[in-house]
């Protein structure tokens, strides 16, 4: 029990360091991925006016800059947001202060996040979270375990049949890997997601980012979990 608890503690402390050093990354490559990141953040705050209005307590995890999470903050009551990088928690939570935001940030980790986040919001989401973990359906169950019944999860990924595919596998060719921002990750199919939406045991659904022929262009794919009551 000592030796796997030590494990996952060796994990997460990589884990840090590794998103330490992306989020403190300053180069041509990291200006290009924010420019990417706030063309994206159209699409997704379109996305998120359907989910949300201003009774929505919301968590966001994996939150990174939470870039999106201030463009909505002032269309919800409470933005959370959780990262495992206390660089990026730090920089988030003094923009928040600063721009006297409603948003509260904290380091945690997104497979564990503890009784204190149980049914405690009514939106949970992320953006490019579960494919940097072995484990995906951990990461969404964390997400359904933090919103209240009633409540919906949404979750965006990599879409397995796009040019974010071709770009990472271009990028496993030596020498090239500095041209991929991110860690390692996985990409995800409909029948990928439907599958973790089966196993979460709630009713949910598949799509592509909308308007779906732009969406297969930037190569999100979103998979919705509703936390109905069961029976």
Known sequence: MGIMSGQMHNKEFEMKQEWDEVWSRKDLISRAVDFGRNFYNIFFRRLLSRYVNKDTEMIELGCGTASLGFLISDKIKLYHGIDISPVIVNTA???????NKPMTFKVGDCRNLGPKYKDKFDFSWSQGLIEHFDDSFQVVKNHVDAVKTGGTILISVPYKYSFHKLWYIFTRIPGLKRFWPWTEQKFFSHADLKELGKKSGLPHKVYILPPAILGLFL????????KNKVG
Do not use: H, P, T, Y
């Open 93 to 99: 939570q003094n923009r928040a202060d600063f721009e």
């Open 219 to 226: 190569g999100i794919i979103i998979l919705e979990i509703n």
